[in-house]
């Protein structure tokens, strides 16, 4: 299960089935707001489903033949594992779970990795997110060989893009109607940035 620091007050850690009754509740606090940007699939409805959704984040950190042999495979049968599963982690700030940040590879190349990410309201305006990319980033780079990131999010969705800019990613393009959060459709824009570029950023003490 994949954990790390990002400091003193922040870390990430693959979502556990343990985890599912704290992060429900985080959900109900936030569901209203988070529905205007974040998917269905990513804002389970009930209890039950936020428990499944933790089980399948937490399988999305083991091979398969793990993922097996745990207690909980009866509660998510039948289970067909993505070929690249995502990264899916609570990010927790002075030890209370505060949001979810996840790290995918890309289906067209496996040395590109997309994030998302969402907050508790009461929680923004720290930096928390920003640190966690930052952090995951320089992860991803040393040790899954990952060349390119992506943030992409709708046009009017100002907080998400903040944190792609402050991290000196480029927008690369703009999609209309390429956004679609359940029925809701926006302009998707898309932000990059090269690992190479990203470390030369580091060594000129631009993040």
């Not at 495979?73 to 209370?96: A, L, N, S």
């Not at 990952?146 to 907080?159: H, L, M, S, Y």
Request: charged share 25%; net charge negative.
């Amino acid at each position: 299960m994949f954990l790390l620091r990002v400091d003193d007050e922040i870390s990430v850690r693959t979502l556990h089935p343990d985890d599912a009754q704290e992060l429900f509740k985080l959900l109900e606090r936030n569901r209203s707001r988070l529905r205007l940007w974040v998917g269905p699939s990513s804002l389970p409805e009930t209890a039950k489903a936020t428990r499944i959704y933790a089980i399948e984040c937490y399988f999305g950190s083991l091979d398969p033949l793990s993922a097996i042999d745990t207690p909980y495979i009866d509660e998510v049968r039948p289970y067909f594992p993505p070929i690249h599963p995502p990264m899916e982690m609570g990010i927790w700030f002075c030890g209370d779970l505060v949001g979810v940040i996840s790290l995918s590879i890309l289906e067209d190349s496996d040395t590109a990795a997309e994030f998302g990410y969402w907050l508790d309201g009461k929680h923004e305006g720290k930096g928390i997110i920003t640190r966690c990319v930052r952090a995951l980033m320089d992860h991803a780079i040393d040790n899954m060989g990952i060349e390119r990131f992506v943030i992409g999010c709708a046009q009017n969705n100002p907080r998400s893009r903040a944190v792609a800019e402050r991290l000196g990613y480029r927008l690369q393009a703009i999609i209309p109607n390429g956004e679609v959060v359940g029925e809701l459709v926006y302009d998707r824009v898309v932000y990059g940035i090269r690992s190479g570029e990203w470390r030369l950023r580091q060594i000129k003490g631009a993040t």
